[in-house]
DNA sequence: AGTGTGTTTAATAGGGCTATTAAACAAGTC
DNA sequence: GACTTGTTTAATAGCCCTATTAAACACACT
């Protein structure tokens, strides 16, 4: 499990884990040192502050993130292309890293002081931004060669959104309520794939 | 706020409140009995733990959501006609409930033992298979008579539910990090019901 | 006036948490 | 061998939390 093994590393990592289980509220640097192995103010040694050791953690996860959604610009063919490919994109990522969504949203909401962090780091960079203005331009050049309803690239982004990460929010209920094996989960992630996908393409014929 | 002045109806009301926002975790009898404007004995008194306080309100919650849900099923003349009273009837729940969507999600997710209370408590409701059995019923029959893509029916309430509640739960964001007055926030959840039943109408035609 | 019942508070036990501090430890350098 | 520097631990201060207990309070009934 553990890559690099300096104890310094070491704790990030146990930390990460469970931030993502349990979530900032319900995790404590004792319980991330036991499982780190170490004694509670190692953590502190390296990290001062739990705050600290999770903004490090969380603000990498975002910015990860960002990056996948950066990366899925890459077919801008046809449309359908990119839809597929982007969707594509998300899934293998979210599929490597099934908790990022919940990660990231459960603290974003329930917590105003992490939305901060966003604004601060995050406001200037121009990755998301030229993202955008790319995929914007995407959408209007088809919409007026008559190939892509009218909609507004936003309501476009927000559907897709919507579906992929919903799909994983939900997966731990998937997999517990209705007691499915890690197999099933796999194909149900298969399948949401290929309809999310077949749903956004219909749905936006004009 | 207070509708019923008794001290044991305000706890519950102030704690439900304290529960959406903050979440289980985040939240203390100490804190609920604050607001409540009484001591954090009191609390105790009336429900004994913390845990029993919050189960009555997560169960209360998740029989209210489902009610909704079954509710929903009014109107199946035609296929259009249900998905837009449906989406309708979610939406202006939902919207003099915004938090429940993430209350019930986040402590579906990150605490196993929630899971339980559903399995013990709506497994053997019929309310929901009812649902699920005559949805169905309406999905083939529609197929059949070609008016329908041939899609699983439970992809179309993932598709319907995703897109829904998804829009509440980054609700916080949207405002916050975008700087959004409350009425352009009523202004996008109006919007957002008619793109999403646009999208899940266009995006089922065979 | 006295009794009983339900409500509320003050006080506290007992525990876990974060963060700090001083001391022990290891390993390289002069 | 003494010194430095970085790592790790033990101990602890100080805080907040949950839950309990005993006592005060209010109010109806007789």
Redesign the interface.
Known sequence: MTTNDTMELRIREVAQQLFF???Y??TSTTQIAHEAGCTQALVHYYYRTKENLFRQIFLEQVEAALNVIGRSLCDTDSFEGFIEGAIGIYFDALKANPRLP?FV??E???N?ER?RY??ENFVKKPTYIMFYMQFDALVRREQQAGRL?H??PF?IL??I???T???F??L??YQ??LARTDEQVNEFIA??KQ??T???I????P
Do not use: N
């Open positions: 289980r349990q979530g509220a319900s919940y949203l459960e974003l909401v329930s105003p939305r966003l604004r309803a909609v507004e309501d927000m559907s959104a919507s579906q990460v919903f799909t929010l939900v731990p209920l517990d309520l399948h949401r309809e999310i077949r749903m956004v219909q749905g936006l014929k």
